[in-house]
């Protein structure tokens, strides 16, 4: 696939390595793109920098890990038709009040992106963890959450995930993506499939 990354720290950059080493085509995003001429060479054959505008129109499939206040203010137009997958945790005192209107994180960035088929994924995981992965180091097989509302998007992502050396575990709709946000029992958890699933259906019985 193509894939754009929209944010290229720790998060974004590590996961664009280890999906570069797969065989897919990245195009890590960047306001001065030469910066990124380090995280490119590790990335390898397949790998290229661009503006975030450029990597959009790359890209077939997008990871966005952004503060959440720049996530909503991608461009609606630019991102229709394409798969995102959303790593963005809303912190307050970073991103300042956003009024969420009752919706989870990512629902609230699905009504700015009507036209864009949204996953909330890897958001929950530390950085660190996906660094060690794209090193060749860290712990295979740790879980990583998922939701959205289109079969197609949350096979692409689970795809992705696994290319990372995690597991995916589904938790259902976009709706879902509550359970995992900052703050939530599944959130920023390191856990096996056996666990991950174990504490999602704990967290399902009480909702």
Known sequence: ??????????????????????GHEICFASRSPDSLAPLV???GAGAQAGTLEEA??????????????????LSAEALAGKTLISAANYY???????DLGGLSQTEAL?????????VKAFNMMFATEMEALANGEGTPGRAIFYAGDDAEAKAIAAQLIETAHFVPIDTGPLHN???????????????????ARAELAAVEAEA
């Open 1 to 22: 696939m193509k894939i754009g990354i929209l944010g290229s720290g720790n998060i974004g950059g590590s996961l664009g390595r280890l999906w570069a080493k797969a």
């Open 41 to 43: 060479a590790q990335a």
């Open 56 to 73: 959009t129109a790359f890209a077939e499939v997008i990871l966005e890990a952004l503060p959440f206040s720049a996530t909503m203010e």
């Open 92 to 98: 307050p005192p970073r991103d300042g009040e956003v």
């Open 110 to 118: 699905a009504h700015r992106l009507p036209r864009t088929t949204l």
């Open 177 to 195: 993506g509550r359970y995992f946000e900052n703050g939530a029992p599944l959130y920023a958890k390191l856990w096996d499939a056996d666990t």
